[in-house]
């Protein structure tokens, strides 16, 4: 068993390498206004209800997309594949609706949806919560649906995907 000791200059790179451990998946969010698509990787997704069916996401302050969700009140969850490693680098840059450029969408529930990820949920903001410097958006599931395909997922910076365990013996 191999364990990883990092020594940190600070409570906050303490923190970062702590949180680098944790396996997250890999969604893009994507969001329309004026006809124009908008995405940007977050790892930091998750389900929140079941009744109702919510999820919440936590964006950046500062992201481009968050205006975009602000002004419509929707976006998209497209949960990746893991031969979508390449997507997730394109979103993860700036570049707002130019994240696009060569890359394949088609609308869904009027929000840009990615061939072949694994999962794409269609969302409603119901509530933005303050947290740090990141904004907690709480949403109402409109639509959902998935594949079965593997997905991607993050863990220790590296993109990876799950693996089924054998039987215990």
């Known amino acids: 068993m ?3 000791t990092q020594v940190a200059d600070s409570p906050q790179e303490a923190f970062r390498e702590a949180m680098a451990a944790v396996c997250a998946p890999v969604t893009v969010i994507t969001a329309r206004r004026n006809g124009l698509p908008y995405g940007t990787t977050v790892s930091a997704f998750a389900s929140l209800s079941l009744a109702p069916p919510m999820v919440v996401v936590a964006l950046d302050r500062g ?5 975009v969700i602000h002004e419509t009140g929707e976006f998209g969850v497209n949960v990746l594949g893991r031969e979508q490693a390449g997507l997730a680098a394109n979103f993860a840059r700036k570049g707002g609706s130019g994240k696009f450029a060569g890359v394949a969408w088609r609308p ?3 929000l ?3 061939p072949d990820a694994g999962a794409f949920v269609s969302c409603r903001v119901a509530q933005v919560i303050e947290g740090g410097d990141h904004l907690l958006v709480l949403a109402d599931v409109v ?3 998935s594949t079965d395909r593997a997905p991607l997922t993050y863990h220790r910076r590296t993109f990876g995907t799950h693996t089924v365990l054998g039987e215990a013996s």
């Open 2 to 4: 191999t364990t990883h």
């Open 63 to 67: 992201s481009q997309l968050l205006q």
């Open 108 to 110: 869904d529930s009027g």
């Open 112 to 114: 840009p949806r990615l």
């Open 143 to 145: 639509a959902a649906d």
